[in-house]
């Protein structure tokens, strides 16, 4: 059975952080990229990183380079996402999801329909 588990969310105040993690099984971890995606109330659920496990690419989205900082344990199935310098903005729940790896690019990543399997789902929350 295919899983994928968030944690490791959480309430922080503005210019705090947060580390998450999304923990994988029931499938072959070196296979898939795993993205993180978040939603906030009211607003679709949009890309905020992915990373490659076959090969360790990485991306991001705008709103988040330079704070958030995407990696990968292979040896544990672990994909984290490290967030640094939080705005209430990114208050979201956030999403881990996997698709395949030979299908993840600069254009794809984002890209809800793209992914295979979904976690469900951490909330952050950040105050001002």
């Known amino acids: 059975e295919v899983q994928l588990v968030e944690s490791g969310g959480g309430l922080v105040q503005a210019g705090g952080s947060l580390r998450l993690s999304c923990a994988a099984s029931?499938?072959?971890?070196?296979?898939?990229?795993i993205g993180w995606f978040r939603q906030a109330p009211g607003k679709e659920r949009e890309g905020v990183s992915c990373?490659?496990?076959?090969?360790?690419?990485?991306y991001y989205a705008d709103s988040v380079k330079g704070r958030f900082t995407i990696s990968s344990d292979n040896a544990k199935n672990t994909v984290y996402l490290q967030m640094n310098s939080l705005k209430p903005e990114d208050t979201a729940v956030y999403y881990c999801?996997?698709?395949?790896?030979?299908?993840?690019?600069?254009?794809?990543?984002?890209?809800?329909?793209?992914?295979?399997?979904w976690g469900q789902g951490t909330q952050v929350t950040v105050s001002s």
């Open positions: 999801a996997a698709e395949g790896a030979s299908k993840v690019s600069v254009v794809a990543w984002p890209k809800r329909e793209e992914y295979d399997y």
């Open positions: 029931g499938f072959t971890f070196d296979d898939y990229a």
């Open positions: 990373i490659s496990s076959s090969d360790g690419s990485t």
